[in-house]
């Protein structure tokens, strides 16, 4: 279960939101044109919140089958550290579920509350 909860929590708070990206050629997406050269920045946190491609977006859901989100990015700008984050973060909720708050992955309830963070 801790797998499937941090691949979860990787999509419902992902750790990088914003990303940018400058097109090699013309590109055309939905009617707009996006210029070679020009600076495009894309909402990957969005794209994890997507409810064509997640029933229930905004729930935390442990048990959601197969979790593809964009959160270490994708195909070849996917993070190579990605395994290793992953990892780190199954052994934390381990032990948070050990010490901390036993049975909360088990029962897939964590009570969430979002921290903004500006910089200025």
Known sequence: MIPAAVEELLRFVSPVLWVSRVPAEDIELNGQVLRKGSRVQ?????????????????????????????????????????????????????????????????DNHFEYEPLYICER
């Open 42 to 106: 894309l909402g990957i946190g969005a794209a994890n919140h997507d409810p064509s491609e997640f029933t229930n977006p905004e729930q935390l859901d442990f048990t959601r089958p197969k979790v593809n989100s964009l959160a270490f990015g994708y195909g070849p700008h996917f993070c190579m550290g990605a395994a290793l984050a992953k990892m780190e973060a199954q052994i934390a909720l381990y032990k948070i579920g050990c010490v901390g708050c036993p049975g909360a992955i088990r």
